[in-house]
């Protein structure tokens, strides 16, 4: 029989969560299993993978073939790569401890990149948060607006008695014969 690493469903309706478990390849799906190795979560962001992964390496090293699935995950995990590694160190390519080096980097670098990926979501949040605020912020000011032009209480404006007052002081000034004459005066002498 062939051994096969996958991936056993539990958990509620359309909630699931995942075990990551190692059983034979005619047993069904959520039946039996000769170990459990892990769960997985999907439903969280990022999704949370808890591995024991020296016995995941074990069985990947006897001959246990995971599915595309649990392939995915073990490789996200860094499990296929330790696998890698380990075979090399059984052929005789690279010591043990220059694989535990190369692991070991490979894990910083993992740890970086998901630090640095987990900065770049928050400040796109924060991103989206602030431009969300900005624009409603315009609205409520344009809402403001609307309902103070709205309620704004127009005063009647007289304008005909403005209108009659200055053609009256206009026809006073050109009527005065006595203010033409006392400008002419001091010009004649």
């Known amino acids: 029989m062939s051994v096969k690493i996958r991936l056993a469903r539990r958990g509620r309706k359309k909630m699931a969560i995942y075990d990551i478990v190692v059983a034979e390849s005619t047993s069904p799906r959520d039946g039996r299993f000769i170990e ?8 969280t962001d990022p999704s949370t993978v808890v591995l024991k992964s020296d016995r995941a390496v074990y069985w ?3 001959g246990a073939q995971p599915t595309d699935t649990a392939r995915s995950v073990l490789s996200h995990e860094g499990i296929m790569y330790r696998k890698h590694l380990q075979v090399g160190v059984n052929k005789g390519a690279i010591t043990q401890e220059q694989a535990d080096e190369k692991y070991t ?3 910083e670098g993992k740890q970086s990149r998901k630090a640095g990926a987990a900065d770049t979501k928050s400040q796109t949040k ?14 409520n000011e344009a809402r403001a607006e609307a309902i103070a032009k709205k309620n704004k209480v127009e005063e009647p ?3 005909a008695p403005v209108a009659e007052e200055a053609p009256a002081a206009e026809e006073a000034a050109v009527e005065t014969p006595a203010a033409v004459a006392t400008e002419e005066t001091p010009a004649a002498e």
Not at 36 to 43: C, E, H, T, V
């Open 157 to 159: 404006v007289v304008e």
């Open 105 to 107: 980097t490979w894990q």
């Open 60 to 62: 990947l090293m006897v």
């Open 36 to 43: 459990k190795i892990g769960s997985y979560n999907p439903n």
């Open 126 to 139: 924060e991103q989206d948060r602030a431009a969300r605020l900005e624009a409603e912020k315009k609205v």
